[in-house]
């Protein structure tokens, strides 16, 4: 699933490409693109018809459009949702699930989708202008809501691996596992250190990191390991050049030489280096995957 800079790259391109416009038409292919929509898909195309997108904005990984009566339009990508700037005479795409068509006559919003794993949904605004559906969603690290001291307290409250209350979306938002694991890294902190028995300067520290690395990535277009993320043109991001764990394993540590070892983590892996990042002791055995495992 794209994380937050893949997501911020896909909102600049939709600020840049769609806001201001407005909606005159809405075609939907079959019926998993609406499926979030409970109302179904002739409501969403009635209530989205002849509507202006006044922003195009972003919490975490959560994308949406605002409109009028303040109304937003969820854009769920999923694993693999493409949003893409396309003129009205382009080839349809293999996978095109929804077609947005504007008033200016000028080029399309396409939502493609490989795997059909996302989809739209509309739904009403609160009065901090985030969608009533992930209100419970906290503010990223990139947001000027975010409250890094209060974060740090609520990290530090949890007996809980630091990977996991980072990749928590309640406590905050955006962190995914390719950038929990670059956060680490720079870090030298192991993802199964209990948060409870780090301190303070050390989690902020590690919050902090987690922020400069998306940045970085949001410079160089976030992050591709397929050709399944894309910008609104097409194009792919390539921090994963830039990776310094994530992805990693057996590739010398940039900063020790040692190599980088891949473990299981939630049903999916963790890169660390096993000199600068040592296992907590409390965590009994090893658990390093096999190079035939899954990412």
């Given at each position: 699933?794209?994380?937050?800079?893949?997501?911020?790259?896909v909102?600049?391109?939709?600020?840049e490409?769609v806001?201001g416009?407005?909606?005159?038409?809405?075609?939907?292919?079959?019926?998993?693109?609406s499926?979030?929509?409970?109302l179904?898909?002739?409501?969403?195309?009635?209530?989205?018809?002849?509507?202006?997108v006044?922003?195009?904005?972003r919490?975490?990984?959560?994308?949406w459009?605002?409109?009028?009566?303040?109304?937003g339009l969820?854009?769920?990508?999923?694993?693999?949702?493409q949003l893409?700037?396309?003129?009205?005479?382009a080839?349809?795409?293999?996978?095109l699930?929804?077609?947005?068509?504007?008033?200016?006559?000028?080029?399309?919003?396409?939502?493609?989708?490989?795997?059909?794993?996302?989809?739209?949904?509309?739904?009403?605004l609160?009065?901090?202008?985030?969608?009533?559906?992930?209100?419970?969603?906290?503010p990223?690290?990139?947001?000027?809501?975010?409250?890094?001291d209060?974060?740090?307290?609520?990290?530090?409250?949890k007996?809980?691996?630091?990977?996991?209350?980072?990749?928590?979306?309640s406590?905050?938002?955006?962190?995914?596992?390719?950038?929990?694991?670059?956060a680490?890294?720079?870090?030298?902190?192991?993802?199964?250190?209990?948060a409870?028995?780090?301190s303070r300067?050390?989690?902020?520290?590690?919050?902090d990191?987690?922020?400069d690395?998306?940045?970085?990535a949001?410079?160089?277009?976030?992050?591709?390991?397929?050709a399944?993320?894309v910008?609104?043109?097409?194009?792919?991001?390539?921090?994963?050049?830039?990776?310094?764990?994530?992805?990693q394993e057996g590739?010398?540590?940039?900063r020790?030489?040692?190599?980088?070892?891949r473990?299981?983590?939630?049903?999916?892996?963790s890169f660390?280096?096993?000199r600068?990042?040592?296992?907590?002791?409390?965590?009994?055995?090893?658990?390093?995957?096999?190079?035939?495992?899954?990412?």
């Amino acid at each position: 699933m794209p994380e937050l800079p893949e997501v911020e790259v896909v909102r600049r391109g939709l600020a840049e490409n769609v806001v201001g416009r407005t909606l005159t038409d809405v075609e939907l292919r079959g019926h998993r693109v609406s499926r979030r929509h409970v109302l179904g898909p002739q409501h969403l195309r009635e209530r989205l018809a002849g509507r202006r997108v006044s922003a195009a904005r972003r919490r975490g990984k959560y994308l949406w459009l605002d409109l009028e009566d303040s109304v937003g339009l969820i854009l769920h990508l999923g694993m693999s949702g493409q949003l893409l700037i396309e003129p009205a005479a382009a080839p349809d795409e293999k996978h095109l699930h929804a077609r947005f068509r504007f008033a200016d006559g000028g080029p399309e919003l396409r939502f493609v989708d490989q795997r059909t794993f996302g989809g739209l949904a509309l739904g009403d605004l609160d009065a901090r202008g985030v969608p009533t559906t992930i209100a419970h969603i906290a503010p990223d690290l990139l947001e000027p809501e975010f409250d890094r001291d209060a974060v740090v307290r609520r990290v530090t409250s949890k007996h809980s691996a630091i990977k996991r209350v980072l990749l928590d979306q309640s406590v905050v938002s955006g962190i995914g596992n390719i950038y929990a694991d670059e956060a680490l890294w720079r870090s030298r902190v192991h993802g199964e250190r209990l948060a409870s028995r780090l301190s303070r300067p050390r989690v902020a520290a590690i919050l902090d990191h987690a922020a400069d690395v998306m940045r970085e990535a949001l410079d160089q277009g976030g992050t591709s390991f397929d050709a399944l993320y894309v910008n609104v043109n097409g194009a792919s991001g390539y921090f994963d050049r830039s990776l310094a764990a994530y992805g990693q394993e057996g590739r010398p540590c940039p900063r020790c030489g040692t190599p980088i070892r891949r473990e299981r983590f939630m049903n999916r892996s963790s890169f660390s280096c096993p000199r600068c990042q040592p296992r907590p002791r409390a965590v009994a055995g090893p658990r390093v995957l096999p190079s035939s495992a899954r990412r």
